[in-house]
């Protein structure tokens, strides 16, 4: 496991889950997992305890906190990750090499079948994570093990809306909404914002790119932000992504809308619009986004530390 005492967990494996298998779920929900013989206690005892769990995919890792643990008899674990879940599993069988967890993910109101299988090895767990789509190797430490090699995990409220800064405004019935995570000035992310190249986009490694939905089809300066861009009875939905630009910057709209801040695809990109640009007296602690309306003309603005950035929009006729 990498060296990382102050990151927060990523979230990757599961938002691309979700990415791939949205559509799917979102007209049928997947069933609650086959209910198996629950497994004794006594058949789990090699897993028994705190462990963090590192998944390991292509663009980075994800580390987890699970604990088995005793009821009554039978086996139980407790899953936490990154303020997504916090979950008790008692759907636990004995495979022929360890132990099978299945139980389903709640995210934004869909639901992701996840399966877990794990083996001990060594001091350690190896096995496989399956979400949706998805699967990746896992690979485990105790809880004890990574701690004494700096690896932090600390629990949090699942969906803490303090950690969020949400803006709302609407025109003739139709909403315009934007949210933030709240992200601190200075801070790691922050902090990369001055030697970010030109052209590069910053992808926050402590949180989620900046949300955006809207009822209504936007006019800023250089992209046309269309409502319903996922289908017809859903508001457009789009990750925002501040860009550097030469010596300015830009807004860059996406279509992947729920993903975290290290998984920018270009290839989902619905445009992107010039940035005006300011350094703030009074700087902001954290991340802040602003949406106001004068009649049918709009303004989008993200503060950060001493910087401002805004957009102006139009209603699109």
């Known amino acids: 496991m990498a060296r990382n005492p102050n990151r927060r967990p990523y979230v990757l494996p599961f938002l691309t889950a979700l990415l791939l298998a949205g559509p799917a779920l979102a007209q049928e929900p997947p069933p609650e997992p086959a209910a198996a013989e629950r497994a004794d206690t006594a058949e789990i005892e090699p897993f028994l305890g705190e462990w963090v769990l590192e998944v390991l995919t292509q663009q980075g890792s994800l580390n987890s906190l699970i604990t088995f643990a005793d009821d009554d008899g039978k086996a139980s674990a407790d899953f936490y990750?990154?303020?997504?879940?916090?979950?008790?599993?008692?759907?636990?069988?004995?495979?022929?090499?360890?132990?099978?967890?299945?139980?389903?993910?709640?995210?934004?109101?869909?639901?992701?079948?996840?399966?877990?299988?794990?083996?001990r090895e060594g001091a350690g767990l190896a096995g496989k994570l399956e979400a949706g789509f998805f699967n990746a190797d896992v690979k485990g430490v105790t809880k004890e093990a990574a701690e004494a090699a700096g690896i932090i995990v600390e629990r949090q409220p699942v969906g803490d809306?303090?950690?969020?800064?949400?803006?709302?405004?609407?025109?003739?019935?139709?909403?315009?909404?934007?949210?933030?995570?709240?992200?601190?000035?200075?801070?790691?992310?922050?902090?990369?914002?001055?030697?970010?190249?030109?052209?590069?986009?910053?992808?926050?490694?402590?949180?989620?790119?900046?949300?955006?939905?809207?009822?209504?089809?936007?006019?800023?300066?250089?992209?046309?932000?269309?409502?319903?861009?996922?289908g017809p009875t859903y508001p457009g939905v789009y990750s925002l992504w501040?860009?550097?630009?030469?010596?300015?910057?830009?807004?860059?709209?996406?279509?992947?809308?729920?993903?975290?801040?290290?998984?920018?695809?270009?290839?989902?990109?619905?445009?992107?619009?010039?940035?005006?640009?300011?350094?703030?007296?009074?700087?902001?602690?954290?991340?802040?986004?602003?949406?106001?309306?004068?009649?049918?003309?709009?303004?989008?603005?993200?503060?950060?530390?001493?910087?401002?950035?805004?957009?102006?929009?139009?209603?699109?006729?």
């Open 242 to 317: 501040l860009k550097r630009e030469g010596d300015g910057w830009k807004l860059v709209f996406n279509h992947l809308a729920d993903v975290w801040g290290t998984m920018h695809m270009a290839e989902h990109d619905a445009g992107e619009t010039p940035l005006a640009f300011r350094t703030l007296a009074e700087p902001a602690e954290h991340t802040e986004g602003v949406l106001e309306m004068d009649g049918a003309a709009g303004m989008l603005t993200i503060r950060w530390g001493t910087m401002e950035w805004s957009a102006p929009f139009q209603i699109a006729e």
């Open 81 to 119: 990750l990154a303020r997504l879940a916090d979950v008790v599993i008692e759907n636990i069988s004995r495979t022929e090499t360890g132990v099978l967890l299945k139980w389903n993910l709640d995210f934004g109101g869909q639901l992701v079948p996840v399966e877990l299988e794990l083996s």
């Open 161 to 230: 809306d303090d950690e969020l800064a949400l803006s709302r405004v609407e025109v003739d019935g139709q909403a315009i909404r934007l949210r933030v995570d709240r992200l601190p000035a200075p801070g790691s992310d922050y902090d990369k914002l001055e030697s970010l190249a030109d052209g590069d986009v910053l992808g926050p490694i402590y949180g989620k790119p900046f949300k955006f939905w809207t009822d209504a089809d936007l006019a800023f300066e250089d992209v046309e932000v269309a409502a319903h861009n996922h």
